[in-house]
């Protein structure tokens, strides 16, 4: 199984950025995909997943602000990441859970700054 994550970046507070995630070795439609996140000193962070039928949740601290979606065809999840704050400052990681074992992509820097 394998993770390829792309689109972090430097952005100001309140611009938006799209992260992907384009996973292999796994049957990816079946599959529930996660985005978590994480911050020094601070615990890895789930911050939205979305099941095989498309039915997403989300933390708290970025509902109304983030989207994740998915493209079977592309074997690709994506966040979409509106309205940036400071505090979403972290290495982004998508997720997924094969064979009872958490797979992980190599984490994209998402820094918001201005």
């Known amino acids: 199984v394998q993770l390829q994550a792309s689109g972090g970046g430097l952005v100001q507070p309140g611009g938006s950025l799209r992260l992907s995630c384009t996973a292999s070795?796994?049957?990816?439609?079946?599959?529930?995909m996660k985005w978590y996140r994480h911050t020094p000193g601070k615990q890895r962070e789930l911050v939205a997943a979305?099941?095989?039928?498309?039915?997403?949740n989300y933390a708290e601290s970025v509902k109304g602000r983030f989207t994740i979606s998915r493209d079977n065809a592309k074997n690709t999840v994506y966040l979409q990441m509106n309205s940036l704050k400071l505090e979403d400052t972290a290495v982004y990681f998508c997720?997924?859970?094969?064979?009872?074992?958490?797979?992980w992509g190599q984490g994209t820097l998402v820094t918001v700054s201005s």
């Open positions: 997720n997924v859970n094969e064979y009872g074992r958490n797979f």
């Open positions: 070795g796994v049957i990816f439609s079946i599959k529930t």
């Open positions: 979305i099941g095989s039928g498309g039915s997403t």
